[in-house]
């Protein structure tokens, strides 16, 4: 009685308080990337407690697991997890409702597997049959022609990946905001970014009717871009990736891709407010030093003549 407790406990826990505290907190957005591996792990803790907590009211398929794996004494199990407590029909509820829940996570695991492969190979046949080069000198880029700016990723083994950009996309950005723009989605496809916008929404599919991370999905996909933002900002400057949002955003509705990594993804102000604020110091002092530097090579003090020791007359 006393686990079924404890795992009851941890997952509701796990699904409300350290769900809703992740959401607020103020360090995750300056740190994405570690806070979606808490949230991935919340999840599948969460998922993990649940399944425990089905196997042990369920007695007898977990009596029969120990006494198979360990070669245990039947008798001495059921002592220890049955009990004259358990109600007759509860063990086979949850028994069933273990059955029902894992041939749900499996059907809707395979359903958005499916989505997923048929928009890829949809995408990937479009970019690779109407899809140009222009002054993009990359083998893994193609340009559409598209009135609406986007850049997104088309996710594949290391030949396969594709990064498609609209025309109009081309147009509007200046050269140091379309690198950034492609580093963004070359982010997406190191981090595969693409599987976890997967397993967050089977899970929250799975689980987010009873309320346990419901926002587990939205979050992720949140998080995934502000890490791609700060791999973009590395090699590119936080200014050339918030100018390049803005840029995308500014002018109307972008193109949304289903499943696929987006340069306009989830929450663009609040990434691009996130970029211009949290500019880092040496970022922004670089061109002051660059021009202290310069100036102080552009005007060399002609060194003085040494001075003669003064002597006091004797």
Known sequence: MLVIAALFAYAVLLGGPVARLLTRA?????????????????????????VGFLLVVAHDLWEHAMVWLFSADEPLVHDAYGGSWLVADIPRVALAVL???????????????????????????????????HRIHDPDVRVL????????????????????????????????????????????????????????????AALGWSGLSRGYAQQVRRLAEMAADDQAAQKHGRRAVASALLEMCAVGPTVTVSGLPAMTGTDPAERIRRLIRATPPQEALAPALRSVGSRARSHHPSPRPARRPYCLPR
């Open 26 to 50: 103020r360090w995750v957005t300056r740190f994405p990337q570690a806070a979606l591996r808490s949230w991935h792990a919340c999840a599948l803790s969460l998922l993990a407690s649940v």
């Open 145 to 204: 022609e598209h009135t609406a700016p986007a850049v997104f990723c088309i996710p594949g083994t290391r030949n396969g990946a594709r990064i498609v950009v609209t025309t109009t996309a081309l147009d509007m950005l200046s050269d140091t905001e379309l690198a950034a723009a492609l580093a963004h989605e070359r982010a997406h496809l190191k981090y595969r970014h693409h599987r976890a916008f997967l397993t967050a929404d089977v899970l929250t």
């Open 99 to 133: 059955f029902l829940g894992a041939v749900t996570l499996i059907g809707l695991t395979l359903r958005s597997l499916l989505r997923l492969r048929r928009e890829r190979n949809r995408h990937l046949l479009t970019a690779d049959a109407l899809g140009k080069h």
